[in-house]
């Protein structure tokens, strides 16, 4: 885990255990999912709230004002408070992804990401997701993201290891193996 991924991993288990503890989870995932989706969607709130253009004391006032027009719980509001103070704002989104990740986990859910080169149909989902739940013995929650590049097949990413059924990562560990036989 790269140091970005660990300060997410720890703020997203703190988020998690506190607001399980008080049972306030879905509340404050709405609400802290609802905020960070205002200031990634608006890129002028963005610069004043993750940048170094406007001193501290600029971007909390701002911050401040939109938290008590968005009338959000106390908890939410000391979240958002806390990120702002030590400008981690821009890890709100994967912070909220962490969360969400450790909250399936203890449902006994595992979280699946699976990658394509196109949309895919759902029955291909839902055999997908079966799949998976076949190989982890475990329920699965599967998020999709298109990515242009991916030539053929997906990629599935579960527990931390990646499962590799595109062209291209067939490609690659057929070039490492011709790579590696030359040497």
């Known amino acids: 885990m790269h140091a970005n991924a660990s300060l997410v991993d720890r703020y997203a288990r703190a988020i998690f255990a506190y607001a399980t503890e008080s049972k306030a989870f879905d509340k404050v995932s709405l609400e802290l999912g609802e905020l960070s989706q205002a200031i990634s969607s608006n890129s002028e709130l963005e610069r004043v709230l993750c940048s170094d253009l406007f001193s501290?004391?600029?971007?909390?006032?701002?911050?401040k004002d939109i938290l008590?027009?968005?009338?959000?719980?106390d908890f939410s509001r000391r979240i958002m408070l806390m990120l702002g103070?030590?400008?981690r704002l821009n890890y709100l989104k994967s912070i909220l992804n962490r969360a969400h990740e450790l909250s399936l986990q203890s449902t006994g859910i595992i979280?699946?990401?699976i990658e394509s080169g196109r949309k895919l149909a759902k029955p291909t989902m839902e055999k997908l997701e079966l799949k998976m739940r076949d190989i982890l013995g475990s329920k699965v929650e599967a998020t999709y993201e298109t990515i242009p590049g991916l030539i053929g097949g997906v990629k599935v990413t579960a527990l931390g290891k990646?499962?590799?059924?595109?062209?291209?990562?067939?490609?690659?560990?057929l070039n490492e193996t011709l790579m590696g036989g030359l040497r």
Do not use: F, H, N, Q
């Open 162 to 173: 990646t499962y590799d059924g595109s062209i291209s990562g067939w490609l690659t560990v």
């Open 85 to 87: 103070d030590v400008k």
């Open 111 to 113: 979280p699946v990401k």
């Open 56 to 63: 501290a004391t600029e971007r909390m006032e701002v911050l």
């Open 68 to 73: 008590k027009k968005a009338g959000v719980s």
